[in-house]
């Protein structure tokens, strides 16, 4: 079942602008990971959180986690018109799943949100 | 980094008939993969999780029958869909992991049209 729910569902900025999209989730995890997908295409992993981490940089890009809220954020600096796409968060199961079996490293992915950024 | 391709990228087929769809891990060892199924404008649901040479795992709500899959070897996957219907149009992505990283490598996804 998907348990992770982001917001906005779709946030329009313009070139330079910040971009920042929430994903929250409900039972315990392991890490989480935003992805991005352009429009009909395959998902670009963009960046991975373990759960003992409260903030990670990439680039332009910041996450950060809060599990005591169960929640995250995905900040995008500087936007520019090519970072328009899907973003989504997964999360990866955390107690109960160990290497090797069937359902370790399963992905639940949050809803998405739409990010246009107009040039 | 890790590379995995799907074939093929589309296909448009007519109700009834049964397509394949595979997805390969070209450059490492996929110890497991899991199907994806997206419909337009929506997210990314788990269909099934494969493991190299047993049986697959299927979400609940999730026809194992109608949705075959075989994990043949460590690098190649495949998704059948059987007897395939107009509801069944939609974009399946294929994911790979080994257990040597935490990460799953995603396909390029197919783009599959019943008429």
């Known amino acids: 079942s998907q348990q992770g729910e982001e917001d906005p569902q779709a946030l329009s900025i313009q070139e330079g602008e910040n971009a920042t999209m929430n994903c929250s989730y409900k039972t315990s995890i392991n890490n989480l990971q935003w992805y991005r997908q352009n429009s009909g295409r395959g998902l670009v992993h963009l960046i991975l959180?373990?759960?003992?981490?409260r903030e990670k940089h990439s680039g332009r890009l910041r996450v950060t986690l809060d599990t005591s809220k169960k929640s995250s954020s995905l900040l995008i600096t500087a936007s520019r018109a090519a970072d328009t796409a899907s973003y989504f968060c997964a999360t990866a199961a955390g107690v109960g799943g160990h290497a090797g079996g069937t359902s370790y490293g399963k992905l639940t992915f949050g809803q998405g949100t739409i990010l246009t950024v107009h040039p | 980094g890790a590379v995995v391709s799907q074939h093929p990228s589309w296909v448009i087929c007519k109700s009834g008939t049964s397509v394949k769809i595979e997805c390969r891990s070209l450059?490492?060892?996929?110890?497991?993969m899991f199907w994806y199924r997206q419909f337009p404008k929506q997210s990314l649901m788990l269909m099934a999780t494969s493991n190299e040479g047993s049986k697959a795992t299927y979400e609940q709500g999730v026809e194992k029958d109608k949705f075959l899959i075989n994990h043949a070897s460590l690098t190649l996957s495949t998704l059948t869909v059987t007897s395939a219907h107009p509801e069944d149009s939609s974009f399946y992505i294929c994911s790979a992991r080994t257990d040597s990283y935490n990460e799953q490598f995603f396909g390029p996804g197919t783009r599959l049209t019943v008429l």
């Open positions: 450059d490492f060892q996929a110890t497991t």
């Open positions: 959180i373990r759960s003992n981490e």
